[in-house]
T-cell receptor, first 113, second 114 residues
Framework: AQSVTQLGSHVSVSEGALVLLRCNYSSSVPPYLFWYVQYPNQGLQLLLKYTTGATLVKGINGFEAEFKKSETSFHLTKPSAHMSDAAEYFCAVSLNTGNQFYFGTGTSLTVIP | KAGVTQTPRYLIKTRGQQVTLSCSPISGHRSVSWYQQTPGQGLQFLFEYFSETQRNKGNFPGRFSGRQFSNSRSEMNVSTLELGDSALYLC?????????????FGPGTRLLVL
């Protein structure tokens, strides 16, 4: 069975500080990994994804994530937080069989001015 | 390309009623997935349709059903509504060929059951 764990349901950072949102997965086969962001009363928007190739993936709005197979992790980072980054962030995995996504429980990011 | 659209955006129903939600995928996408989002349970997968066939199904009771039309538009139906069905229902579309494809989400339908 596949599962996704996001450590920390709430994360607060100061504006300009490093953002680190954690995601660990369990999968019997190498998964595809995604980070989505959700702003209030909106759907999910793709930030970045890892499929194959380079393990450091760059996404929109200055976010990036690194796939570490040995640690089964796909943590999301941004060097300098902006007020507009305040949102809910979801990590998800997908397998090559079928089209089902498995989502983590989400991390709510608060940016303190 | 136009994004994924969902109608209606908001719904208020009472217990015991039934409801139908609609999702129009991005043009050319053949896969439509439905998710239920609640504060307590997070995002839970309901089912996925591909070329008018249900291809994957989550762990929800039979009161939750769906269908997909030949133009890939999809509907989700919930019968005999319960208070616990209050949630944001999201649909997502993708080409549906491999698991590495991005799922594109609509804005959701917020259902309140009284």
């Amino acid at each position: 069975a596949q599962s996704v764990t996001q450590l920390g349901s709430h994360v607060s950072v100061s504006e300009g500080a490093l953002v680190l949102l954690r995601c660990n997965y369990s999968s019997s086969v190498p998964p595809y990994l995604f980070w989505y962001v959700q702003y209030p009363n909106q759907g999910l928007q793709l930030l970045l994804k890892y499929t194959t190739g380079a393990t450091l993936v760059k996404g929109i709005n200055g976010f990036e994530a690194e796939f570490k197979k040995s640690e089964t992790s796909f943590h999301l980072t941004k060097p300098s937080a902006h007020m507009s980054d305040a949102a809910e962030y979801f990590c998800a995995v997908s397998l090559n069989t079928g089209n089902q996504f498995y989502f983590g429980t989400g991390t709510s990011l608060t940016v303190i001015p | 390309k136009a994004g994924v659209t969902q109608t209606p955006r908001y719904l208020i129903k009472t217990r015991g009623q039934q409801v139908t939600l609609s999702c129009s995928p991005i043009s050319g996408h053949r896969s439509v997935s439905w998710y239920q989002q609640t504060p307590g349970q997070g995002l839970q997968f309901l089912f996925e349709y591909f070329s008018e066939t249900q291809r994957n199904k989550g762990n929800f009771p039979g009161r939750f059903s769906g269908r997909q039309f030949s133009n890939s538009r999809s509907e989700m139906n919930v019968s005999t509504l319960e208070l616990g069905d209050s949630a944001l229902y999201l649909c997502a579309s993708s080409p549906g060929v491999t698991g590495e494809e991005t799922q594109y989400f609509g804005p959701g339908t917020r259902l309140l059951v009284l």
